[in-house]
C-alpha cells in the first residue's frame, strides 16, 4: 500500500467516526441520513463497478460479473434510497440482512484465510463477529428506530477504526530490483 493509499484509508475512518458521532448526536432526525449513506454506497459501487466493465473487464474471461454486479448494486442503491415512505421496522429488517451478510461473508474470509496458514485472520473474524451481533441487535430490537441510528452508528465507529488499522498496518511491498 502506498503512502497515499494509507493516508486516504485513515482519513475516512475519521471521516466515518465523525459522521458516526453527528448521527449519534442527532439521532431523531439521521433516520433519513442512513437511507442516503446506504443508498450512495451501494449506487457508487454499482457505478465504480460498471465503469471497471466497461473500461477492462468486458475483454477478460468472465468480464460479465462486474456488469451484471454493477447493475445490482445500483438497483439495491435505488430502492433504498426509496425506502423514505416505509416504516422504520422495515429498513431495521434490511439493515439486519446487510449486516448478517457482510458478517457471514468476513467470517468465511477469516476461516479460509486460517484455513491457509496464514496469521491473519483474527481482524476479519472480529469484524465479522460483530457485524452478525449487529444484525442480531437489529432484528431484537425491530420496533425502534431510535436504535436503528445508534446501531448504524456503532457500526460506522467500528468501520473506521478498522480503517485506520487497516492503514497502519504494515503490508508487503515487492520492490523491483534490476
Known sequence: MTKFQRLKRILFGILMIIVAAVMMEYADKSYMAILVFIGWGFMVSGI????????????MVGGRRALYIGVILMDFGIITM????????????????LHAFTGVIEILRARETMKNGSKHFKLKLSHGIIDVVLAILC???????KLAVYIYSFGLVYSGIMYVISGFRRTAMLQYIP
Open 82 to 97: 426509496s425506502l423514505s415512505d416505509v416504516p422504520g421496522m422495515y429498513v431495521l429488517l434490511y439493515l439486519a440482512i
Open 139 to 145: 432484528i431484537i430490537f425491530l420496533k425502534d428506530t
Open 48 to 59: 465504480g463497478s460498471m465503469f471497471y466493465y466497461f473500461n477492462m473487464a468486458r475483454f
